[in-house]
């Protein structure tokens, strides 16, 4: 499982599903390929609809097959899954209360040379305005079977965001997961660094253990679950330590760390704060790595800022 890319977990997850659940179907929009789901072609293809280059139409057929009783899993590139989809996703699924399982794949610098065309740093901003969607952000191969498995249990639309490439494992193949449930990974006592999404959260471990050798303890959270938020894992983490770093590979505005900024201001809890994301920039084309430090999202950007707050 650790060697294999994550598109591919995800569409060997629905096709377990499939084999036990007649109702999962897969919507796509020209994109199998791209998503992995061919392999559920192949399996079911009496279960498969590609719409072809049409992604607004895409949410619209995944409602349909909602409302006669499917559950319907519609993946797209997180720009075209949120930006071109919104409306539909909002109307046709949300305010209509339906089932559609929503993907947005390469999210952030995961799209790499896709460039900042195809470089969602907006999409969790956008699909947080939404009322009662479920929002997650898996960080291996692990979690990302778990939740893929969760989401055709929830009855409701969901927003996952997908990176399709190999990341390494973290979790144990036996780890449990909820919706809303935030993860401990390693325990600190002076900081808290709280993080969304494999690439984050590998950073997040790699800085802990290099303020380790300074002689901070850093406290690392992988946040999992943007909607609805853990808050009692993360500001009880917060209260604990008294320092707070949230880190998102996302702009700044309207993600995850304005979540956890919004609910730290009304709760007035006196935590020194700070955020590793983007800052109010399009994306651009390059390797996940050089994008990486472009837009401050290394280890060494999150112990900067760490020592900040020290």
């Not at 009304?266 to 472009?294: C, H, N, P, S």
């Amino acid at each position: 499982m650790a060697e294999k890319e994550m598109r591919a977990i995800y569409a060997e997850t629905l096709v377990e599903l499939a084999k036990k659940d007649n109702r999962i179907m897969v919507v796509e929009a020209d994109l199998m390929k791209a998503t992995g789901t061919s392999v559920f072609f192949k399996e079911f293809s009496e279960r498969t609809v590609d719409v072809g280059i049409a992604e607004s139409n895409m949410i619209g057929v995944a409602a349909g097959l909602s409302e006669e009783g499917k559950i319907p899993f519609a993946a797209t590139f997180g720009c075209f899954a949120s930006r071109r989809d919104f409306d539909q996703f909002f109307i046709s699924a949300n305010y209509a209360r339906l089932n559609v399982k929503l993907v947005g794949t390469d999210p952030g610098v995961t799209a790499a040379f896709n460039g900042g065309t195809h470089m969602p740093f907006e999409d969790t901003a956008l699909m947080r305005t939404i009322p009662g969607l479920t929002i997650f952000e898996p960080s291996d191969p692990v979690s990302v079977a778990a939740f893929t498995r969760l989401s055709a249990e929830h009855n409701g639309c969901t927003y996952m965001r997908l990176p399709r490439k190999a990341s390494p494992k973290i979790y144990d193949d036996n780890e449990k997961f909820k919706f809303g449930e935030s993860k401990i990974l390693r325990e600190g006592k002076d900081v808290t660094i709280a993080a969304l999404g494999g690439v984050l959260v590998g950073e997040a471990l790699k800085a802990a253990d290099e303020l380790a050798k300074d002689g901070i303890n850093a406290e690392v959270i992988d946040i999992l679950t943007v909607k609805p938020l853990d808050e009692k894992t993360i500001f009880g983490s917060a209260q604990k330590t008294g320092r707070l770093l949230v880190a998102e590979n996302h702009q700044l505005a309207g993600g995850v760390c304005s979540a956890v900024a919004e609910i730290l201001a009304e709760k007035g809890l006196g935590i020194k704060f700070a955020r590793i994301g983007v800052q109010d920039e399009f994306g651009e084309v390059g390797t996940q790595e050089y994008l990486m430090k472009r837009f401050g999202m290394t280890a060494e950007n999150i112990i900067e800022k760490v020592k900040g707050l020290m």
